[in-house]
Nanobody
């Protein structure tokens, strides 16, 4: 079992920044990849960014260049630095873990079916 606890969400104005954190505990050996997904009302849950044990990173086209995913393996913390936030980034953001490697040719949303563990989510609200 892997436990994921997110923090760092909040309300910001467009153009602002937030950094999400996800504390990872439990059997982390089975977490070959870590990722952030988001879910906005009326929309499907979508992938935002992912990173695997080989440090391969994937980003959705909507956040590439604005968001950065990283991990501190010593502290077992996953981060998502979000800059230049837009109102359309408003959503519940979820930390996720799964046991597969990431292919940089794929869309991160494809890996939603490989997620084995989910956090409880943290809300991000961006106002215009």
């Amino acid at each position: 079992q892997v436990q994921l606890v997110e923090s760092g969400g909040g309300s910001v104005q467009a153009g602002g920044s937030l950094r999400l954190s996800c504390i990872v505990s439990g059997s982390t050996d089975s977490s070959r990849f870590m990722a952030w997904f988001r879910h906005a009302p009326g929309l499907e849950r979508e992938g935002v960014a992912g990173i695997d044990s080989d440090e391969i990173t994937l980003y959705s086209s909507s956040v590439k260049g604005r968001f950065t995913i990283s991990r501190d393996n010593a502290k077992n913390i996953l981060y998502l630095q979000m800059n230049s936030l837009k109102p359309e980034d408003t959503a519940m953001y979820y930390c996720a873990a799964g046991d597969s490697s990431l292919d940089p040719r794929n869309d991160i949303s494809l890996y939603i079916t490989d997620v084995a563990f989910w956090g409880q989510g943290t809300q991000v609200t961006v106002s215009s």
